[in-house]
């Protein structure tokens, strides 16, 4: 039995010079086509329709990898295999830095910590350009295609 409750609060979270540090991921699957196109899956904000990646706090207790497949199984109700790092950012406000992976889906669940309080929704490369609202989740997908594009992310498809 898996517990379906997400980690609250901010006492655990790693900071550095002031800002908080924020994990995530971009989870993706190849479509099941002739031609091999890329899915990656967005969530709604908890704070509105905003949609977006699965990320949150870094917790003292994890490692990034850790913390990002943790948060895309509380927000996305996925879970997968991390596949790189695409980068990191600092938030307009300068408050926060966001680490970014990618998460090849091997399994979506039924139910999962924040199905209650999210969407999810499976959208192409540019339909992710298009929803994310934020210019470092638009690079972010930019790196994602990239990666999976290359010689190496040729070999992660046909894996």
Not at 69 to 95: H, I, M, P, Q, Y
Not at 133 to 154: F, I, T, Y
Request: glycine share 8%; aromatic share 8%.
């Amino acid at each position: 039995m898996v517990a379906l409750v997400s980690r609250h609060g901010r006492r655990l979270q790693r900071y550095s010079s002031g800002r908080r540090l924020v994990v995530g991921c971009i989870p993706y699957k190849f479509k099941e086509e002739d031609e091999p196109a890329i899915e990656v899956l967005v969530v709604s904000s908890q704070k509105g329709p905003e949609l977006m990646f699965p990320k949150g706090g870094w917790e003292l207790d994890e490692s990034m990898p850790e913390a990002a497949s943790r948060e895309a199984f509380e927000e996305a109700g996925v879970r997968g295999n991390l596949e790189g790092t695409l980068g990191k950012w600092t938030s307009k406000g300068d408050d926060k830095v966001h680490f970014m992976y990618a998460l090849r889906v091997t399994e979506v669940l039924q139910q999962w910590p924040e199905m209650d309080a999210r969407e999810r929704k499976w959208v192409t490369v540019e339909e992710a350009r298009e929803v994310c609202k934020h210019s470092w989740m638009r690079e972010a997908v930019d790196k994602l295609a990239d990666l999976l594009s290359s010689p190496s992310g040729q070999e992660m498809n046909s894996a």
